[in-house]
């Protein structure tokens, strides 16, 4: 009698700690929300795409209609009032894998992302400034103007080419030579194996 | 003198229960910030339509408005009498209470930051905290400042989620007619691994 006692003590005591384990707590959770990490700029995303990183997996939290209408190449549609349905865990829970949530602007996606950092989920990102963002950045990229840096017309030269890849075809004259030049090829002579010793 | 034992015996296990359970008690931290509803419900929330409070219906001075910007954007200029509370102090003990007043008052908050975006994390969290008068202001900081100067008209119109173009139809004309990106049906997911805790292995 006693010893159920005290191990029905015990259980009370520890209960509360293990109800809503795999929940991140709300401190956790503002911690997260005023990190500004959870955002992907369209850039970085298309040039992830381009090389076919298999570590980058996109998620349309837009409408089935939306979706149908047009999505990123290889985009699944998660509707947003379906998120939390069981069949989408896997996908939004993955090991090593950056799930990116799209809409079109990124309030669709915000509000995706608080969800799944409340349920734990990890490496889940936010297409910064959505689809329209995404078309004003990689499909329609504005010529920098002459007096700005290098980097910037590397950067347009990146989204004229980016563009091109995602079916934008831009009728701007771009350097579109197939060919490869070959290019000289050095020979190499294999050194010879050190030879002798003591 | 069994009977004694027993009795003595059952004396011991009740003082130890009893200490148990006060030992646990005291040494238990509640959490100081708990969810009052499921993800669920707050997705629920999420797709209802009533959670915003349009720019032209904020003269109301039932409303308390709420900046969330930092401090140092707050006093270059707010909106009307808003209150400042920079987003991490979100959860201080001070604007808890405070939220707990303005729901005790059925006051409504709306809410704000530069932009809807912004503002639209830190009100969720405060919404699955229980505090269910709290709103968003359509648009947020940056549109009534526009809307004020007649740059985009004064209607505060909720743009945000809006395609800004039909993108279906753009990559149609700007490929020549050709197909456009169908959704992909062979998605591969790689879940995650649960390993099975093995078995303690032998010592030495």
């Known amino acids: ?198 | 003198m069994i009977e004694l034992t027993k009795t003595r015996r059952l004396t011991v296990a009740t003082i130890i229960f009893v200490l148990i359970i006060l030992v646990g008690l005291i040494t238990f931290r509640r959490p100081d910030h708990k969810y009052t509803i499921t993800s669920q419900e707050m997705l629920t929330i999420v797709n209802a339509p009533d959670n915003f409070i349009q720019l032209n219906d904020i003269n109301n001075s039932a409303l308390v408005l709420v900046d969330l910007r930092q401090a140092y954007d707050f006093n270059k200029g707010t909106i009307g009498d808003a209150i400042n509370i920079p987003v991490s102090d979100i959860l201080d003990k001070e604007v808890i209470n405070m939220l707990i007043d303005w729901q005790k008052e059925s006051k409504t908050v709306v809410i704000f930051s530069d932009n809807l975006q912004s503002a639209t994390a830190p009100w969720m969290l405060w919404r699955q905290m229980g505090y269910d008068n709290i709103k968003l202001l359509s648009g947020g900081f940056c549109k009534y400042i526009s809307s004020r100067s007649g740059i985009e008209g004064a209607t505060g119109d909720n743009m945000t989620e809006k395609p800004a173009l039909d993108y279906g139809e753009f990559i149609k004309n700007a490929s020549g007619g050709q197909e456009v990106v169908t959704p992909n049906s062979t998605i591969q997911i790689s879940p995650i691994k649960r390993t099975k805790k093995s078995a303690a292995a032998g010592g030495c």
């Open chain 1, 1 to 198: 009698m006693g010893a159920v006692l005290i191990i029905v003590a015990f259980g009370l005591v520890l209960l509360p700690d293990s109800v809503n384990k795999d929940q991140v707590p709300p401190e956790k959770l503002l911690k997260e929300i005023m990190s500004q990490s959870r955002y992907i700029s369209p850039d970085l995303v298309a040039s992830r795409m381009i090389d076919e990183d298999p570590s980058i997996f996109l998620v349309d939290v837009r409408s089935a209609e939306e979706y149908s209408a047009y999505t990123l190449p290889g985009a699944l549609n998660i509707p947003l009032e379906n998120l939390l349905d069981n069949e989408w865990k896997p996908y939004l829970e993955q090991t090593g894998v950056d799930v990116v949530l799209i809409s079109n602007d990124n309030l669709y996606a915000e509000q995706a992302w608080v969800l799944c950092t409340r349920s734990g989920y990890k490496n889940i990102y936010v297409l910064k400034g959505g689809l329209n963002q995404w078309f004003a950045d990689i499909m329609q990229p504005q010529m920098p103007a002459p007096t700005e840096p290098a980097e910037a017309f590397d950067l347009y030269t990146f989204r004229k080419g980016a563009s091109k890849y995602f079916g934008g075809g831009s009728d701007d004259q771009m350097v579109t030579s197939n060919k490869i030049e070959s290019l000289p090829v050095i020979q190499r002579t294999k050194k010879s194996a050190a030879a002798g010793g003591c």
